[in-house]
């Protein structure tokens, strides 16, 4: 799983660029040197430094060779200044967050109450937003936000359970405490946000706070059980009865290109009569592009 989900970070880091690839009349602002002019998405050397700059929408991946080996920086190019008469809202980037469940009701399950209940701090949310959308509504300080984004959740038991899909509705299955390392629900989804946002200058508009709110759409792509016993590991993606389309309410609140942010579902976890009455909400920290 790890190795599947840095090879996602990896091609939706590229993703995150690959948009913006359109070539631009932006030249880099440069000293004196025997840099050469470049446009956008091209390379550059240096004789002196033997520097080789390679620009992907507003990342700059710079390789330098020197006697002790090569360095790579990967980073937004300093020559591009964000237009502050242009909305541009907050929604592509990575997140993190905790995962948990509110009022969780399990009185069809008389016998294995709490089954699902979670470890929570290795109930672990990961977002991929790959794709941002803005729409202006008042010059560069109110806009709406769409796009689209992977969602990775984890859902860590505390209690030596697993589930399986049984005939009506999904069942708990009690496992030996012995040797357990791990056992947890793993569901993606691919999310479309509709936000509203607002934004005020501060610090001479250095930067901005903004606020923006309302509701994220998923749909289920992916799911699957992990039960643990050391070296042994067992998966089973029989899909357990989970609702195939969820619907959140959101809220982020941040500076720059950081914030926190709140996700509330407003849909059960499980379809109805299916399985346990579990309501998921997410609570993390965004890292913007």
């Not at 012995?178 to 479309?192: F, G, R």
């Amino acid at each position: 799983m790890k190795q599947v989900i840095f090879s996602i970070v990896a091609l939706t880091v590229f993703s995150l660029n690959l948009r913006s690839q359109v070539v631009s009349a932006d030249i880099i602002s440069i000293e004196p040197s025997s840099e050469k002019v470049i446009l956008a998405d091209t390379v550059v050397t240096s004789a002196d430094r033997d520097t080789a700059i390679v620009r992907i929408g507003k990342k700059d991946v710079t390789v330098i060779d020197h006697d002790g080996g090569t360095d790579i920086f990967w980073g937004k190019g300093k020559h591009r200044k964000d237009n502050p008469d242009r909305f541009n809202g907050h929604w592509e980037g990575l997140e993190f967050g905790f995962n948990g469940f509110d009022k969780p009701d399990y009185s069809m399950y008389p016998g294995n109450k709490d089954f699902m209940s979670l470890n929570q701090g290795k109930s672990m949310e990961l977002d991929l937003n790959f794709y941002e959308l803005n729409i202006s509504l008042a010059k560069s300080y109110v806009g709406l936000v769409s796009g689209m984004g992977l969602s990775f959740n984890n859902y860590r038991f505390e209690n030596p359970y697993t589930m399986e899909k049984g005939q009506n509705m999904t069942l708990p299955v009690q496992l030996n405490p012995d040797n357990l390392s791990k056992t947890k629900l793993a569901v993606t989804y691919l999310n479309v946000p509709l936000l509203l946002e607002f934004q005020i200058p501060v610090n001479q508009n250095e930067g901005r706070l903004f606020v923006n709110t309302g509701l994220v759409g998923g749909v289920k792509i992916g799911s699957h059980t992990k039960v643990k016993y050391g070296d042994t590991k067992d998966k089973d993606r029989s899909g357990f009865n989970l609702n195939s389309f969820k619907y959140s309410a959101t809220a982020r609140i941040g500076y720059k290109d950081i914030s926190l942010f709140a996700n509330y579902s407003l849909t059960p976890l499980f379809q109805s009569g299916k399985g346990p009455e579990l309501t998921p909400f997410t609570i993390g920290i965004s890292f913007l592009d």
